[in-house]
Structure formats: C-alpha cells, structure tokens
T-cell receptor, first 115, second 111 residues
Framework: EAQVTQNPRYLITVTGKKLTVTCSQNMNHEYMSWYRQDPGLGLRQIYYSMNVEVTDKGDVPEGYKVSRKEKRNFPLILESPSPNQTSLYFC??????????????FGPGTRLTVL | SQQGEEDPQALSIQEGENATMNCSYKTSINNLQWYRQNSGRGLVHLILIRSNEREKHSGRLRVTLDTSKKSSSLLITASRAADTASYFCAMRSLVSNDMRFGAGTRLTVKP
C-alpha cells in the first residue's frame, strides 16, 4: 500500500531533550516536506527536500533540522525542543512532474507536546 | 507567513446544499491544490488546477482559478454529512519550490 508513515504518533517530552520524528514513504517520491499545524494558522512548511541530499528552508525552519540521506526517509530533528514547538506535525511527499509539484501524500501526523 | 487566505473561516449548511469556499493568494503560482482534513488527521488531496487552467471538475467538486485576481474557489455540490471537514488551498509559487497553505475553511454539513 502506497503510504507515508511517521513515528512516533504521539510524543510528550521536556524542554531541551533532543528528539527525532521519522518519516518514510514507499512511493519513490522525489519531494518530501515537513509541516506544522497550529490552531488558526493552517499548515506552515518547516523544511522540504527536492531529492536526496537537497534540502531547503520553508516558512518556519528555526529550531528544526532535517536530513535526506535516502530517498524514502526524511527525519525531522529538534535539537533542543522548546514549548513553542508544541504542535501537530505532518510529513508529506510528492512526485515532481513536468508542470511542477503533483499532489502531496500526507502522513497521519505526530502530536508533540514539549513541557 | 501564509501565502493563501481562505474565506469563509467557517461554513455551516444543510445536507443537499452547495458549499463554496474561496482562496486568495499573493504571488504568481505554478499550480493550486485543494486538500481536505478530517479532525486531527492527515490531509487528503482533492484536486489540482494548473495555472493555465480555469476550471476543473472531479465528481461533486468544481474548482475555478482566476490568475488575474489571484483567487480560486472550491464548490462542493449536493453536500453530505460526510463532507464535514476542514478544507485547505495550497500553492507553489513560480519562483520557489516551497508550498504555502491557507488557514482553511471549516465546513459543517448538518444532516
């Protein structure tokens, strides 16, 4: 089954404790992206990747890191989480077509609480 | 900052009625996409319209795009209670590869 998986689905942590949220897709998509969703703000893009070893900042990259060492995986790293990073996080992937980005496939989300 | 602005923020209708949601954006785009989200779940792609297209249909969905006004609309005809969800527009600009989403329209369809 074609899908985007994220782990963990729920995480409660404390300020300053490094964490990684994994994302994996099995559709051989070039484009992968991380978003955070906060009430009233919709989705805001954190980082995206056009292909292996190519990553770029989105709208709200501060406090986050990513890596794209393999095509299928795109982990999101919070080196020193803070309470303002409490949010619902989504990973997504997409093919890159001749006319640009195609539809994005989203993971189920990771609800992160930083105390 | 968000690229898209959606209105209304919330819409409540009776089953069988049509629902129209609007999206406006600021810069030139490559394409515009509409997504649906059930509460707290991942987004599901509904329809994509390219910058050189003006209208597109998919089942009960009709999307229009007016690049001169930098706006798009999503029409859901003959709505059902199962259409209750949040709907988001998303766009990729011509000058970058990032994706920007609107804040969404919360649609409630009453049976």
């Amino acid at each position: 089954e074609a899908q985007v998986t994220q782990n963990p689905r729920y995480l409660i942590t404390v300020t300053g404790k490094k964490l990684t949220v994994t994302c994996s897709q099995n559709m051989n998509h070039e484009y992968m992206s991380w978003y955070r969703q906060d009430p009233g703000l919709g989705l805001r893009q954190i980082y995206y990747s056009m292909n292996v070893e190519v990553t770029d900042k989105g709208d709200v990259p501060e406090g986050y890191k990513v890596s794209r060492k393999e095509k299928r995986n795109f982990p999101l790293i919070l080196e020193s989480p803070s309470p303002n990073q409490t949010s619902l996080y989504f990973c997504a992937s997409s093919l890159i077509g001749l006319a640009g980005l195609n539809e994005q496939f989203f993971g189920p989300g990771t609800r992160l609480t930083v105390l | 900052s968000q690229q898209g602005e959606e209105d209304p923020q919330a819409l409540s209708i009776q089953e069988g009625e049509n629902a129209t949601m609007n999206c406006s954006y600021k810069t030139s785009i490559n394409n515009l996409q509409w997504y649906r989200q059930n509460s707290g779940r991942g987004l599901v792609h509904l329809i994509l319209i390219r910058s050189n297209e003006r209208e597109k249909h998919s089942g009960r969905l009709r999307v229009t795009l007016d690049t001169s006004k930098k706006s798009s609309s999503l029409l859901i005809t003959a709505s059902r209670a199962a259409d209750t969800a949040s709907y988001f527009c998303a766009m990729r600009s011509l000058v970058s590869n990032d994706m920007r989403f609107g804040a969404g329209t919360r649609l409630t369809v009453k049976p």
